[in-house]
């Protein structure tokens, strides 16, 4: 039956991870990250339901792990913070042109380098736009609560094996270090190695006789066949961004600026929209879910509506480009950000709205 429980984000990863059937978790302690991989140990999920729990010598070691079990078609994962997932860039790519489904957290934190260990959405770029090398895209989800980091676990997995593509939960470290109470589902089997087979028959279960052998491989030294396996994984991100957009719209039917948030920055534009209303601004906030695929044809429409948008990120303007891109310079679009590990309040949001689309 399902649970109510009051936790931290990263706590509610861990969970999460158990109930909906995970057969591999190799990860890499580093904050603020780290409770996911100590709430695993603690509740020692391979007593229960033969989760293996593996510590690994570092990030590059638990992405290559993650590649070895994804290609046996098993549900497996890791979970870092942003020094880390810069780490695991090179398997990252090897996954997406392995064509391996997983699932990777970042809880993200303030950078450039070792940074700061306070909250951060510094690491968009990276995530949206390919940190690796080569034409690929992560399926990228941005919770904005604890309830949604349990939530999205299990989400990822099924975008996972339906596009055998990696797929990111991109949070950050308020989201994975606050507590709420979270719902947590009830305990799903591991799947058995004859559904495997019968459901993911391109998996390294064995050669049976009947079939020609499973060579998972990203490499292909002939030109013509690696650019023709390059159409096939654009194909694949068309039809991702054609069926998988995911937001949310708070309060835009009636609104002349629309805030652009996603995370924890959509948090606390909620708390501004309230603000800006009582002010008489009419404000209203659309939060991507899905930052890769991005909302991008949503955007478009509200352009048609609005005098301005303004995107509001724990960054120095990452996101930011995305919007512009969507709105084909209609309407302005304006930056506002706190940056390195600040993190903006309501009413800084508010000012810098008046400022930079209002004139007041």
């Known amino acids: 039956m399902r649970e109510l429980k009051l ?12 109930r909906c059937g995970v057969d591999g978790y190799f990860g890499y302690p580093i904050t603020p990250q780290s409770e996911i991989m100590e709430t695993l140990m603690d509740l020692r999920p391979w007593e229960s339901t033969g989760m293996v729990v593996l510590q690994a010598e570092s990030e590059i070691a638990s992405i290559n792990m993650v590649y070895g079990g994804a290609g046996c078609g098993k549900r497996v994962m890791t979970t870092s913070s942003s020094p880390g997932v810069s780490l695991m860039q090179e398997g990252l790519t090897y996954l997406a042109g392995a064509e391996l489904p997983c699932v990777v957290v970042n809880v993200v934190r303030g950078g450039p380098g070792l940074g700061t260990i306070q909250p951060a959405q510094s690491d968009y770029f990276q995530t949206v736009k390919g940190g690796g090398h080569g034409d ?25 094996f339906k596009y055998r593509n990696p797929v990111m939960i991109l949070s950050d470290g308020v989201i994975g270090q606050m507590m709420e109470k979270v719902e947590l589902k009830e305990f799903a089997p591991r799947w058995t190695m004859d559904y495997i087979e019968e459901n993911h028959p391109w998996a390294t279960t064995g050669k049976k006789k009947e079939r020609a052998k499973n060579i998972i491989t990203s490499v292909q030294l002939e030109a013509s066949v690696q650019e023709a ?29 629309i805030i652009v948030a996603y995370g924890s920055s959509a948090r606390i534009c909620q708390k501004s929209i309230e603000i800006a209303r009582e002010k008489g601004i009419k404000v209203g906030m659309l939060r991507p879910i899905t930052l890769y695929p991005f909302p991008a044809e ?30 084909e310079c209609k309407i302005p679009v304006e930056h506002f950000g706190r940056f390195g590990g600040s993190v903006h309040s309501p009413g800084e949001v508010v000012e810098a709205l008046e400022q930079k689309l209002i004139g007041g």
């Open 136 to 160: 690929y895209k992560l399926i990228t989800l941005a919770p904005a609560s604890v309830q949604e980091m349990a939530d999205f676990v299990e989400d990822a997995f099924n975008l996972a």
């Open 7 to 18: 936790m931290k984000g990263n706590e509610a990863v861990a969970e999460a991870a158990i």
């Open 298 to 327: 949503q955007l478009r429409k509200r352009a048609e509506q609005v005098k301005g948008m303004l995107s509001v990120e724990m960054s120095a303007g990452q996101m930011v480009e995305d919007v512009k891109l969507a709105v």
């Open 229 to 257: 396996f390059n159409h096939k994984l654009q194909a694949k991100y068309r039809a991702v961004e054609e069926n998988e957009v995911l937001f949310e719209e708070v309060l835009c039917d009636d609104a002349e600026y």
